[in-house]
């Protein structure tokens, strides 16, 4: 195990040192308020501390580290770019309370993130105030209950697949809805029948990922979106990962009402640990009214709050969301530009068919079709020679990757669910085909290699439901 910096801590080692007071601190600060130990803080130098982090940022696996193919998570590069814009002083230093006349800068850029975001959804206005995609899907609801409660009835139900991300059942469940979910055909899509069977006018929407989470595109969307609306349900996106369809297809155009994107996954900001996302919300008109407020708007070049939305409801987050994940996810726009988001749905689509193409004879995939951004194999195969997906998945840290999203979607048997995102070269896919290859054989010829895996980590199987339960993430002085 890794010592902690406190483990290393030397009495009288200093690696900044503060000039003394010229002040008597005792006359200006009341003595109960003043300490009568020094605190207990490591001792270490500069260079002692800088290696000592630099040290345990290489424990763990990181996506400036190596290929991170999480699927549904879209763990792609963050680009450094849109860090140093991120911290660019006139941002870093704004305060939430400033007046709006000495932030317009910052507004000109939420308004225009919004108007991009427009541009690819092709909806007709945007919030970015959540912080999340589950908090997306909560603001969404919450909009779409107010929409049915201004007609009359806010309904009781909202139907989403049997493969929907668990976020959206519970999402629904917080909103005050019943959740009720419907299978997917053989094909792994939505069971057309099975929706029509259960939609009346009771149902408040209908949530679904398209592509859904079996990487596959809903090839009878038109339709669905008629099912939906022909009972005066709203369509709902999970949009969290646009990845697929960018530049392609726009969701309003597909009819869908209301979609979240995760800018934390699709616009290529930090997640997984590595910092608070941003699950903006793009909406057709109809749902407008009821956007969370202030909204931002524009009137010549100024930019102000607009608080005076009477059907709003209401804040759902303090001041405008997580502004300086905003910034980078605009920058990362802006940079790409909308061609360049084209073939980030291009490449995205090709690397993950490249890997699914060469795995086939190594794997067995339920829904074998070409998929979109990602795929879902089944380790039933292995399963059969004692070795579980989970083994395989811990296995993959042996040879440098993350292990890919485990047992999603519910509806495939040991599933794996694999996104290598467009970043990712050629020679990184081989090096993870190879490795995935070289477990399918270890499979047969050595299954305890797997079943004890992984080898080569600081750690090695660790109990998962402890870690999950009693959760310790801070030291204690003894
Ligand atoms: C990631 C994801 C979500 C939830 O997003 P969070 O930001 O983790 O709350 C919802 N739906 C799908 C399909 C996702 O992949």
Redesign the pocket.
């Known amino acids: 195990m890794s010592r902690t910096i406190f483990d290393k801590s030397s009495p009288g080692r200093v690696g900044f040192r503060l000039r003394d007071s010229e002040v008597d601190i005792s006359k200006h600060i009341p003595q109960k308020h003043l300490r009568e130990k020094t605190p207990s803080l490591p001792e270490v130098t500069e260079n002692g501390v800088v290696r000592h982090y630099i040290d345990i940022s290489t424990k763990n696996h990181h996506i400036d580290k190596g290929l991170y193919p999480l699927g ?2 879209t763990m792609k590069y963050n680009p450094k770019l849109n860090d140093k814009m991120a911290t660019l002083p006139g941002f870093a230093n704004l305060h939430p309370l400033q007046p709006e006349s000495s932030i317009q800068g910052a507004l000109a850029l939420l308004y225009h993130l919004g108007e991009l975001l427009k541009e690819i959804s092709g909806m007709d206005d945007v919030t970015l105030q959540p912080a ?4 997306g ?1 909560f603001t969404a609801l919450i909009m779409i209950r107010a929409y049915h409660t201004k007609n009359g009835n806010p309904r009781q139900t909202v139907v989403f697949p049997d493969s929907a ?1 668990g ?2 059942p519970a999402s629904v469940t917080m909103a005050g809805y019943k959740p009720v979910q419907i299978p997917s055909s053989d094909e792994g899509l939505v069971d057309v029948d099975a929706l029509r069977d259960v939609m009346d006018d009771n149902v408040a929407a209908f949530m679904l ?1 398209n592509p859904n ?1 079996l990487g596959l595109f809903e090839k009878n969307i038109v339709e669905i979106a008629e099912i939906v609306h022909s009972v005066g349900a709203q369509f709902y996106m ?1 949009g ?2 646009l990845n697929a369809i960018l530049g392609r297809v726009k969701p309003a155009e597909m009819g869908f009402d209301i979609v979240h994107f ?1 800018l ?2 699709t616009f290529s900001t930090p ?1 997984g640990g590595g910092g608070p ?1 941003a ?1 903006a919300l793009g909406f057709r008109s109809q749902l407008s009214p009821f956007m969370p407020k202030p909204v931002i708007c524009k009137d010549g070049d100024r930019y102000y709050f607009d608080w005076d939305r009477l059907d709003s409801i209401g804040r759902v987050h303090s001041f405008y969301g997580n502004f300086a994940n905003l910034v980078r996810g605009y920058t990362y726009i802006r940079q790409l530009g909308l061609d360049g988001l084209k073939a980030v749905s291009e490449n995205a689509v090709i690397n993950a068919n490249y890997i699914r193409e060469r795995l086939k004879e190594h794997f067995e995939f339920p829904h074998n079709s070409v998929c979109m951004h990602e795929f879902v194999l089944s380790g039933d195969r292995q399963k059969k020679l004692g070795v579980r997906t989970l083994d395989m998945a811990k296995r993959l840290m042996d040879f440098g990757f993350h292990p890919p999203t485990v047992y999603f979607p519910l509806i495939v048997s040991e599933a794996m669910m694999i996104e290598p995102t467009e970043t990712e070269s050629k020679n990184e896919l081989d090096r993870f085909v190879s490795a995935m290859a070289q477990i399918a054989a270890e499979a047969e010829s050595d299954p305890d290699k797997i079943k004890t895996a992984p080898h080569n980590t600081p750690v090695n199987r660790v109990d998962e439901g402890k870690a999950a339960r009693e959760l310790v993430v801070r030291w204690q002085p003894e």
């Open positions: 549904s998570c999340a995609g589950a908090h899907e991300h976020t959206n990922t989470t999970d969290a990962n995760n934390h996954k997640h996302g699950g």
